[in-house]
């Protein structure tokens, strides 16, 4: 062998540790945190790995996403969030409200949160403004506290002869009392009451249902929870088995039979967290990614059941609505 091959060769091998060592990183992960279950949230789960694809990332492709699901039970989220930052995920997507973003938050001050709420992040400490969070959450606020109001009205003007109102909150979500003030002033202010039902399990409902039919309450608004959110279908099916008007503040609920839905499109939310979430993994940082006010707002009346329950929607509100559901 000549000595200039020689002298090549073994500058070769030389070069092969640090070839290796110049390789990409391993895919990241992501950790992803939901206070529901997985069957409930399957096709806003698709929206988030569209908006995540937008950025260039695809699941099992060249990221990978660890889930952990509380599957209503509020109190196991801390313990799931800390095994994510056991895990060292690059990012923690925290999904399914405030219960989330909380849990969260309380497991590390470190590595980058990408949240939904449907309360103030300030007010909850998730973050110092909205423009600036300055902190390692950011995310999508949907404004949910804004709309106790407007589900009031909007409930009465579908059934004006409801004097008292039901409200069908989750005792285990630390936003219910909250939720029931705004609508009980609300509801003060047009001269109505609202009754709350406080329900924090399946077993529960068919009991809720029974007492509000034998109050005879004129019609129930439920609060925006991820419990309830996974139980639509039940719920719908109980509300027009007891004939009550019932509200929600999802279309899913409307699409699963409920009489009325209004509120923030969750499609659109987890599809825009997919978007902040891959623009972190690319390195921005959430201190310097505001948190989006979600601006699509729905209004779904499901006329099927309208009809079943003997409701003449007016022609006011039935112009007004997004979608009906024949």
């Not at 070839?19 to 988030?48: C, H, M, T, W």
């Not at 978007?275 to 505001?290: H, N, Q, V």
Request: contains cysteine; aromatic residues 6%.
């Amino acid at each position: 062998m000549r000595r200039r091959e020689f002298i090549c060769i073994i500058g070769g091998a030389a070069t092969w540790p640090l070839a290796a060592r110049a390789q990409p990183p391993a895919n990241p992960v992501i950790g992803y945190l939901d206070a529901g279950a997985p069957a409930s949230v399957a096709k806003l789960i698709e929206k988030f790995r569209q908006g995540l694809a937008e950025t260039g990332y695809v699941e099992g492709r060249n990221v990978t996403i660890e889930y952990r699901w509380g599957e209503g039970h509020h109190e196991t989220l801390a313990s799931l969030a800390a095994d994510l930052v056991r895990r060292q995920v690059a990012v923690i997507v925290a999904t399914g409200g405030e219960v989330s973003a909380l849990a969260a938050k309380g497991a590390t001050a470190t590595i980058p949160i990408v949240f939904d709420t449907s309360r103030d992040p300030i007010e909850l400490g998730l973050v110092a403004s909205l423009n600036r969070p300055g902190g390692n959450a950011t995310g999508v606020n949907q404004l949910n506290a804004e709309l106790g109001a407007k589900s009031v009205g909007l409930i009465h003007e579908l059934v004006p002869k409801a004097a008292v109102i039901a409200f069908l909150g989750n005792p285990n979500n630390p936003s219910m009392q909250d939720q029931l003030k705004e609508r009980q002033e609300a509801a003060r202010a047009i001269g109505l009451k609202i009754a709350p039902v406080a329900v924090g399990s399946e077993d529960g409902l068919d009991a809720a249902f029974v007492a509000i039919a034998q109050q005879q309450y004129g019609a129930l608004l439920i609060a925006a929870d991820p419990f309830f959110f996974g139980q639509r279908d039940k719920l719908a099916a109980l509300a027009l088995r007891h004939g009550i008007p019932a509200m929600h503040g999802r279309r899913e609920f409307a699409e699963a039979g409920g009489l009325i839905s209004y509120g923030t499109s969750l499609a659109d939310t987890y599809r825009q967290v997919g978007i902040y979430t891959g623009r972190i993994l690319k390195g921005e940082k959430p201190a310097d990614l505001p948190v989006m006010q979600s601006s699509k707002f729905e209004l779904v009346i499901n006329l099927k059941t309208a009809k079943a329950l003997g409701l003449t929607i007016p022609p006011g509100l039935l112009a007004i609505a997004d979608d009906a559901i024949e």
